[in-house]
């Protein structure tokens, strides 16, 4: 979906409606997702690795981290996409385990270096490095990051 505020094409009353609705849900539809992603867990079936995606995304931002890398470990387990191991990067920061989300930030940038996701990554990158004692990789990150070692 193009960026709210830079598509000067598309249907701004539908852009709006998904943004408001969709992108922003509202409580009631928060309390679902979180019980649908429950539900799925305590299920012996997954659905598609693109909605346990949404579903992880959704259970880290209402702040149920470990439901999200449940969701996102099951994902992950049918196949690997950029998208699942960013994720995983970023709930695994949230959860404080910086060691691990070190290594998925690192696994994003070597299996996807093309990916849009990588770039903005790398940031992250560095302060999960940091956050996990590794203070010497964190800086060449950030070096390289800055073209310094180029």
């Given at each position: 979906m193009p960026i709210y505020s830079q598509n000067f094409t598309g249907d701004r009353g539908t852009l709006d409606f998904l943004r408001r609705?969709?992108?922003?849900?509202g409580a009631f539809a928060e309390a679902c997702l979180k019980d649908l992603g429950a539900a799925i867990i305590a299920s012996d079936k997954d659905p598609d690795p693109t909605?346990?995606?949404?579903?992880?995304?959704?259970?880290?931002?209402?702040?149920?981290?470990?439901q999200a890398l449940s969701l996102?470990?099951?994902?992950?387990a049918k196949t690997e996409t950029d998208?699942?191991?960013h994720a995983r990067a970023v709930i695994l920061s949230r959860l404080g385990r910086h060691g691990e989300a070190a290594e998925s930030f690192a696994s994003l940038s070597e299996s996807y270096p093309e990916s849009p996701l990588t770039p903005p990554s790398q940031f992250d990158y560095a302060i999960a490095l940091?956050?996990?004692g590794q203070a010497g990789e964190a800086l060449i990150?950030?070096?390289?990051?800055?073209?310094?070692?180029?």
């Open positions: 609705r969709i992108i922003q849900p909605s346990l995606l949404i579903l992880g995304w959704s259970a880290t931002r209402s702040g149920d981290h470990a996102i470990g099951r994902a992950l998208e699942l191991l940091h956050r996990s990150v950030l070096l390289d990051l800055t073209g310094y070692l180029d």
